[in-house]
């Protein structure tokens, strides 16, 4: 959110960015700001929404980075990739990590809260829209909100002060490649 003074000046409360769309790269820029951020010497914090509890390449580099924290926060995939768990308890999941997302945004203590995979999380309606537009409308002063996924829904899209949609042009890993993927 900026605030314009009669055209003097400008000066950000808060951002909210948004990254979406079908291209890969959604975390991976979000992670970018991340770095931004701690060069800067501010804290920041990601939950992950859907991803699971298997480790990535940015859990192993940043588990020696004192200022980020990555919360695994889902069960895994919905419905995919030999995902057996109740849609109960991927719902349970992703209403605890929006509690947990609220409470650490407002607790101010993160300069950058990530809320990754967030959009897919409202897609697959295991979190309402209605109920993270209600956590992005009480983000403080000085907490910069990032959400990613795919298929944001437009009110995301709309609030954003930064909104990127990432475009697959082309895509010929299969199986994911590590390093690169995760």
Same mark, same amino acid.
């Given at each position: 959110?900026?605030?314009?003074f009669?055209?003097l000046f400008? #000066?950000t ?12 790269g959604?975390?991976?820029?979000s992670?970018?700001?991340?770095? $931004?951020?701690?060069?800067e010497g501010?804290?920041?914090l990601?939950?992950? #929404?859907i991803?699971? =509890?298997?480790?990535?390449?940015e859990?192993?580099?940043f ?5 980020f924290?990555? &919360?695994?926060a889902?069960?895994? #995939?919905?419905?995919i990739?030999g ?7 991927h ?5 605890d ?7 650490? &945004?407002l607790s101010k ?12 999380? /409202?897609?697959?309606k295991l979190?309402?829209?209605k ?5 992005? !409308? $009480?983000? =403080?002063?000085?907490?910069? /909100? @990032?959400?990613t996924?795919?298929n944001? =829904? !437009?009110?995301? @899209? ?7 949609e990432?475009k697959e &042009?082309?895509?010929? #890993?299969? =199986?994911?490649?590590?390093g690169i993927?995760?």
């Amino acid at each position: 959110m900026v605030l314009s003074f009669a055209g003097l000046f400008c #000066f950000t409360i808060y951002m909210i960015i948004l990254y979406t769309g079908n291209g890969k790269g959604k975390t991976t820029a979000s992670i970018g700001q991340t770095i $931004r951020a701690l060069g800067e010497g501010k804290k920041a914090l990601m939950i992950q #929404f859907i991803k699971g =509890p298997w480790k990535s390449g940015e859990d192993y580099f940043f588990q020696k980075t004192k200022n980020f924290q990555i &919360i695994k926060a889902g069960k895994g #995939f919905v419905g995919i990739l030999g995902d057996r768990l109740p849609l109960a308890s991927h719902k349970k999941a992703a209403k605890d990590a929006l509690k947990l997302a609220d409470k650490k &945004i407002l607790s101010k203590k993160n300069d950058l809260v990530i809320l990754d995979e967030i959009n897919v999380a /409202v897609g697959l309606k295991l979190i309402s829209e209605k109920d993270v537009l209600k956590v992005l !409308k $009480r983000i =403080p002063y000085g907490v910069d /909100v @990032i959400l990613t996924g795919r298929n944001a =829904p !437009k009110t995301f @899209i709309d609030l954003a002060d930064i909104a990127t949609e990432m475009k697959e &042009i082309k895509y010929k #890993f299969n =199986p994911a490649k590590q390093g690169i993927e995760y």
